[in-house]
């Protein structure tokens, strides 16, 4: 039997990803560990390698193609001794070239929901067939759920009951089929489908340009949607006098001696680093079985890329020196940029920063990004009148503000982190040991 | 020297230790096994296999009497009980050389003795293996395995003595004939060796605590059995126990009392079959965190007792007390030390369970009431043999098969059944149960004529009020 080649799932979000390049030809000999495509998901630019030897022997899903499932069947390996004919008789009945992956018959094919049918459709969305069981199969029919965005655990990856058990406790709005939900009465349902005639009619007809969404589009558009709708946001803003960072950031680049060079944000992520640290509680996230006091501080720091953002973790940050922090965040920051982050480096966290002080901001207020419990949003530091003992007085000053997921951290343990992240800004002696 | 380092020590040779030696050989484990008595263990010399012995001869003397039903005669027709002993024992004891071949293939090292924990040093878990007191080896692994087993439950007055009053393992090998027999205990065990002895002509009477006989099995089918036993000649007491035995010379007076009532009998033998006991001790669990809680070690869902490197399987690590389940928790438990990815934890509801009484019974999953008892809306079906063109030509025309379904999701909950060959008919709905069929996919099997499996697509078709045949 030839070897299928699948759409992997190459991070925990992502149901779907693009072919942007085969990198092995028909007839290529392949040997595990070979890269054989690069496939770009939600989140960067990733390669695939092969698990099994062989030859490559035909591209199932053409370069460029959009939106194809994790999971699908995008081409064939032949082991020793097959021919290309071998894959006509490996091929399942229902699989058609996946010239667009876009389920168009899911419209209509949807049974009444309320007769058991004899025989559910193997979903052929790319062109593939997904192995779940027929109870699985009949369970995630009724909870509205795509079998597409759920990973099998049975044997040979089958979707098992239990599978939709977990994927229906933790909803995952990119498993919400889109076609459905005009006549699925299916829970929670979104609001109507978006076309773009129907926004262009909303908008008045005018005309537009149509730009494609890529994969990290709907990944920010899906996760911060799930984010605003599912968590009770609430908001606490501090003003943090800079004058005695500004100070020691001069002279410790001074003696760099070219070995780093400390920005302000760098501070920032130390002193949010060290407050989490004396105050576990807001180094937490929510889960139905209770809430998760993470053992580490990862924090998530958002860096701005070509056609969207994403967030580079500093691992263990209150572990780390400042100057450590800075070099690290030099390296991801440029990396991310370069869309060469590894999956594992833009993953997870416990905590993140997005800081808008570089376009001028005054202060803002930041989307959580799930599972984190907060986010800091940082403002740009400026010069402002302030009163001191009395008097006026001028002041280079930031304002900071925490979005806190209420589930998690309540307003006192926000407010107590900002009071020590603000004293730690304020007298960054404190942080740097 | 022999080799005393290995990467998994297997304590007990019996279904759950061999399969899982063999299992961890095949991952590449280098595995010692430490066996006391006989590989195989209870199952394969005292359990299952020598009694299916035993109750093919009872079979084939049920089948005697009734040539004439079939137009067959013979004359002369009788039984040698030492004989059908011998060939149980014989039946036993190719089996268990067989299992000695199967780990020496595998290259599992086996060691004669007693395998006890003896602590941890630079990481490994200890063992120390000694026979008759003394010292046969100290080895070391990583991981090890518990797999010791169980044995009768022996409850007070009710004590066997080998001789008047046996264990199932007396009663595997009885020098003569019994006319009178009590069975205490109508589970698995106490009810085969009422239908072996009721069939070879013993007067049988069954004690039975709780309210019905084979109390784990489905109300129907409970009462079918106690029908069908009634019939062959078998006297039942339910909600009563045994309150005292008197023993004799060679015949014991037993009192029997149920609730206000007491009647006292005379039977030549007692059969005590109250459940078991696990074999937890001096294998060394003092000093460790291995938590016993009423005769078994508990075990999370890989059989992990939580003490680092120590697993437990089997009857060991509690109910249900069956070779299948043993077997398969010693795979798991393996798999799990392999560090093999996606496993799944036995589903308790998808290990069925046989009594090879006659006739038959064999069941998978939740009971009718017992799925109500957890919320399910249920659908039931049931079919009855005598529908069954297969069973009438066999002249097999008592039983039925009983099915019960999820009304809402169409999931298999449970399958109960009793009559001729049942028990090599459940495997069909535990492979249903394991691919998590519904109904629709149990419907659309089609299932060859004539067979006795017609009945098993009838009931689930009578579940949904589409039976053709009845």
Same mark, same amino acid.
């Given at each position: 039997m030839p070897i299928q080649i699948t759409m992997p799932a190459l991070s925990p979000t992502m149901t779907e990803g693009k072919i942007s390049k085969w990198l092995k030809a028909v007839g290529d000999t392949i040997k595990p560990g070979d890269v054989i495509a690069e496939i770009e998901t939600d989140k960067a630019t990733m390669e695939v390698e092969s698990a099994d030897e062989g030859v490559f022997g035909q591209i199932v899903v053409p370069e460029g193609t959009e939106g194809v499932q994790v999971g699908a069947l995008i081409g064939y390996i032949l082991a020793e001794g097959e021919k290309l004919g071998d894959i006509a008789a490996a091929k399942p009945a229902a699989a058609k070239p996946a010239a667009a992956a876009v389920p168009v018959a899911a419209e209509s094919a949807k049974p009444a929901a309320a007769a058991p049918v004899a025989t559910p459709v193997a979903a052929p969305a790319g062109g593939t067939r997904i192995f779940a069981t027929p109870l699985a199969r009949r369970l995630a029919a009724e909870a509205g759920i795509d079998l597409a965005g759920i990973a099998g655990t049975g044997p040979h990856g089958r979707i098992v009951q239990a599978d939709?058990?977990?994927?229906?406790?933790?909803? *995952? @709005?990119?498993?919400? @089929?889109?076609?459905?939900?005009?006549?699925?009465?299916? @829970?929670?349902?979104?609001?109507?489908?978006l076309t773009k005639d129907r926004v262009q009619s909303l908008a008045g007809g005018i005309a537009y340009d149509l730009q494609a969404h890529t994969s990290m589009r709907k990944a920010i558009a899906r996760r911060l949607t799930e984010s605003k709708q599912t968590i009770p946001h609430f908001y606490l803003t501090v003003d943090i006098e800079l004058d005695a960072l500004l100070d020691i950031r001069t002279k410790l680049n001074a003696r760099a001696d070219g070995n780093y060079k400390l920005s302000v944000n760098d501070f920032v992520i130390r002193a949010a680093a060290v407050a989490l640290k004396r105050l576990p509680e807001a180094n937490a996230s929510w889960s139905d079985d209770g809430v998760l006091l993470w053992k580490s501080v990862d924090i998530a720091v958002a860096v701005a890329i070509d056609g969207g953002l994403i967030t580079p973790i500093v691992k263990g940050a209150d572990l780390k020196g400042i100057a450590a922090i800075s070099n690290e965040m030099k390296d991801l920051g440029a990396r991310a940029k370069a869309g060469k982050l590894k999956l594992e480096e833009f993953q997870g966290g416990t905590f993140s920063i997005s800081n808008l002080g570089m376009f001028g901001i005054r202060e803002f207020s930041a989307v959580i990004n799930p599972p984190h419990g907060a986010i800091l949003a940082v403002g740009a530091g400026e010069q402002r009148v302030i009163v001191k003992d009395g008097a006026p007085a001028v002041a280079t000053v930031m304002s900071c503000t925490l979005s806190v997921d209420h589930r998690v951290i309540d307003g006192a343990i926000g407010a107590n982190f900002l009071k020590i992240f603000k004293g730690l800004m304020e007298d960054p002696l404190g942080m740097l040991v | 020297m022999a080799e005393t380092s290995f990467d998994l020590i297997i304590v007990g040779g019996g279904p759950g230790g061999y399969v899982?030696?063999? *299992?961890?050989?095949?991952? !590449?484990? !280098?595995?010692?096994?430490?066996?006391?008595?006989?590989?195989?263990?209870?199952?394969?010399?005292?359990?299952?296999? @020598?009694?299916?012995?035993?109750? *093919?001869?009872?079979?084939?003397?049920?089948?005697?009497? *009734?040539?004439?039903?079939?137009?067959?005669?013979?004359?002369?027709?009788?039984?040698?009980?030492a004989k059908i002993v011998k060939r149980s024992r014989m039946v036993a004891g190719q089996l268990a050389g067989g299992v000695k071949h199967l780990l020496k293939k595998n290259k599992v090292t086996v060691f004669d003795g007693f395998g006890r924990l003896d602590g941890v040093a630079g990481g490994l878990r200890k063992l120390n293996v000694s026979k008759d007191g003394k010292a046969v080896a100290d080895l070391t692994a990583k991981n090890v395995i518990l797999a010791t087993g169980a044995r009768p439950r022996v409850l007070p007055g009710l004590e066997p003595d080998g001789k008047l009053v046996w264990t199932s393992k007396e009663a595997m090998i009885p020098e003569a004939m019994p006319k009178s027999l009590l069975v205490i205990g109508s589970g698995a065990i106490g009810i085969e060796f009422a239908s072996f002895y009721r069939n070879l002509g013993a007067e049988v009477t069954v004690v039975e605590a709780l309210d019905r006989i084979l109390p784990v099995e489905d109300a129907e089918i409970s009462a079918l059995a106690r029908k069908s036993f009634e019939k062959q000649g078998m006297k039942f007491h339910t909600s009563a126990t045994v309150k005292e035995l008197k023993r004799g010379k060679d015949s014991v007076l037993a009192t029997i009392v149920a609730g206000e009532k007491t009647e006292t009998i005379t039977v030549d033998r007692v059969i005590t079959a109250v459940g078991i006991v696990g074999n937890v001790e001096d294998i060394g669990l003092e000093g460790t965190t291995v938590r016993v809680e009423r005769t078994h070690v508990v075990v999370d869902q890989y059989a992990f007792t939580g003490e680092p490197g120590v697993y437990a399987i089997g009857d060991l690590a509690g109910p249900p007390w069956l070779a299948h389940k043993a077997s398969h928790e010693g795979v798991l438990a393996v798999e799990k030390i392999a560090g093999l990815p996606h496993l799944h934890p036995i589903d308790p509801l998808s290990i069925p369970g046989c009594t090879y009484c006659m006739p038959q019974i064999a069941s998978v999953g939740l009971t009718e009431a017992k799925a109500v008892e957890q919320g399910h809306t249920v659908k039931v079906g049931h079919f009855p043999y005598i529908g069954n063109g297969k069973a009438i030509a066999m002249g097999e025309t008592e039983g039925m098969i009983k099915t019960v379904f999820d009304a809402k999701t169409g999931a298999l909950l449970g399958a109960h059944m009793i009559g001729a060959e049942v028990t090599e008919l459940i495997q069909g709905y535990a492979v249903g149960r394991s691919l998590e069929t519904t109904e629709a996919e149990l419907i659309a099997t089609v299932f060859p004529h004539p067979t006795l499996s017609e009945m098993m697509h009838e009931s689930v078709l009578d579940a949904y009020q589409r039976v053709i045949h009845f």
């Open positions: 939709v058990a977990t994927a229906k406790a933790s909803p *995952r @709005p990119a498993a919400a @089929p889109v076609a459905k939900s005009a006549s699925a009465p299916g @829970p929670a349902a979104p609001a109507a489908v | 899982a030696a063999i *299992r961890a050989a095949q991952l !590449k484990l !280098k595995v010692a096994l430490v066996e006391r008595e006989h590989l195989g263990g209870i199952c394969l010399n005292w359990g299952c296999i @020598p009694t299916k012995a035993l109750l *093919r001869s009872a079979e084939i003397n049920h089948l005697l009497h *009734r040539l004439d039903e079939f137009g067959l005669a013979a004359s002369g027709t009788s039984f040698d009980l």
